[in-house]
């Protein structure tokens, strides 16, 4: 009804997440319980200590306490455990389809073996199929600040698996390791019929965003914030219908905006960008994709069918075949003619 809240408008939408790390989306509590079933020592001792820890300045400050909580996931049981928390908590959102990112070289660099990993997250990618109905994509991204030898050994162990496989991705430090160092990687995955996506303009400049778009050849790309100070890109990004995966709270957590007021998105939607919300590392930057959406809309005063557009958004710019898509976006119309 129209006395409906927006928060309540919100939680009853439909939406796809399309930029999650799976390893961002580690609880505290999951984490110590983890980390005392594998023996694994942790640099804290309470649930409390662990949340006070997440302040970060930049983009690196969260990296290296991201890189840390993974050290407690060993073994199949704790990456399908993962999947499943994430996927549960998605569902009380009312994620209907989220494509996932993770991290192979963040485990394999620990000694535990990429089908392992694999193995895992599939198991509780097809547990949330069947016991929730969230349908899912897993990404395979590369860590910048690593090798392209290193990206392309990577890419070698995967292609057994290629079949649990929609894309790949690129994330990590971003300045300093520019989309040009991977552009032989990301040729090779596409030859393999992988979709691409790289994080680009983040904390990079406009011109690691052409890079993107002009050497890695991606179909969607991450956060791309700082496309907009640069008016031809804008124009670009417009024309083409790129799909940014736009992530509020975590730019809010690592100091990419300053204050959710100035968040970008309301001047994105205006230019007729197309844009997405989504949670990014929900467990380390405070919010699942509702309390994004949420605590934008409240901050930038986003209107019901801004609101419908993001989510409507989120099913075109997913990797789903056209009819499953145009089914979901039948579903974000049906809720907001429902709740007209
Ligand atoms: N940026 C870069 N690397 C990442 C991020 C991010 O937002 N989250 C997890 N790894
Ligand atoms: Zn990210």
Avoid at 43 to 60: I, M, T
Avoid at 73 to 100: G, K, Q, S
Wanted: charged letters at 25%; one cysteine or more.
């Amino acid at each position: 009804s129209p006395s409906m809240s927006l928060d309540a408008y919100i939680a009853g939408l439909p939406k796809a997440e399309l930029h999650l790390h799976i390893e961002g989306s580690l609880e505290p509590e999951l984490m110590f319980e983890l980390a005392q079933r594998n023996g694994v020592a942790i640099p804290f001792d309470s649930v409390e200590a662990v949340r006070a820890a997440y302040d970060f300045s930049n983009l690196q400050d969260f990296l290296d306490i991201y890189y840390a909580g993974a050290n407690v996931l060993l073994t199949r049981r704790d990456f399908e455990d993962l999947a499943f928390a994430y996927f549960r908590r998605a569902a009380a959102d009312n994620v209907r389809h989220a494509e996932i990112f993770f991290d192979p070289q963040t485990h394999t660099d620990r000694g535990v073996p990429f089908e392992v990993v694999v193995e895992g997250l599939v198991a509780g990618m097809d547990r949330a199929k069947a016991e929730l109905g969230v349908t899912s994509g897993l990404i395979l991204s590369f860590l910048r600040h690593l090798s392209e030898e290193a990206a392309f050994a990577t890419l070698e162990a995967a292609t057994p698996y290629l079949d649990h496989f929609v894309g790949v991705g690129l994330d990590s430090s971003e300045v300093g390791h520019p989309p040009s160092k991977f552009a032989r990687v990301f040729a090779a995955a596409g030859e393999l019929g992988l979709k691409l996506c790289a994080h680009a303009g983040e904390e990079g400049p406009p011109a690691y965003v052409r890079e993107a778009l002009d050497l890695l050849h991606i179909d969607r790309m991450d956060h791309g914030n700082r496309s907009m100070e640069d008016e031809a890109l804008i124009q670009r990004l417009a024309a083409s219908q790129m799909t940014l995966t736009v992530c509020p709270l975590s730019n809010l957590k690592l100091c990419v905006v300053k204050d959710l007021k100035d968040h970008p998105v309301p001047e994105m939607l205006r230019r007729g960008l197309h844009v997405t919300l989504n949670s990014d590392d929900p467990a380390y930057f405070g919010g699942y994709v509702n309390e994004n959406y949420r605590q934008l809309a409240q901050a930038v005063g986003l209107t019901r069918e801004q609101v419908t557009l993001l989510a409507r958004n989120s099913f075109e710019g997913s990797f789903l075949a056209e009819a499953d898509k145009a089914a979901r976006i039948a579903e974000v119309e049906a809720w907001a003619a429902r709740s007209a």
